[in-house]
Nanobody, 124 residues
């Protein structure tokens, strides 16, 4: 499975961005699709995952970010609203088998496939 993330950019605090991640080379619906983010010198952290039709979020983004997927387009999205400077990071999409135990999906190790990152910068 190949993943291609896009949609990052520079935005002011309070603004919004929508990230997209297009998948190819596999059966998209067979995967849980997640988003992680990373800042320099820190571990990559979980942001959100869509397992089947159920979304799950990190506490830091819940209520501001929305993950969705379009299985017909083999694409997962991350709508990011009310952005804060602390959301500044490189964002990565990733795919894990849909049968993965839910609690495992908060960890990078559950994901077999990763896209390249897309940079999100939120200015204050």
């Amino acid at each position: 499975v190949q993943l291609q993330a896009s949609g990052g950019g520079l935005v002011q605090a309070g603004g919004f961005l929508r990230l997209s991640c297009a998948a190819s080379g596999g059966t998209f619906s067979a995967y849980a699709m997640g988003w992680f983010r990373q800042t320099p010198g820190k571990e990559r952290e979980f942001v959100a995952v869509m397992r089947a039709s159920s979304p799950y979020y990190a506490g830091s983004v819940k209520g501001r970010f929305t993950i969705s997927r379009d299985n017909a387009k083999n694409t997962v999205y991350l709508q990011m609203n009310s952005l804060k400077p602390e959301d500044t990071a490189e964002y990565f999409c990733a795919a894990a088998k849909a049968t993965t135990i839910l609690s495992s999906l908060w960890a990078q190790s559950a994901y077999a496939y990763w896209g390249q990152g897309t940079q999100v910068t939120v200015s204050s």
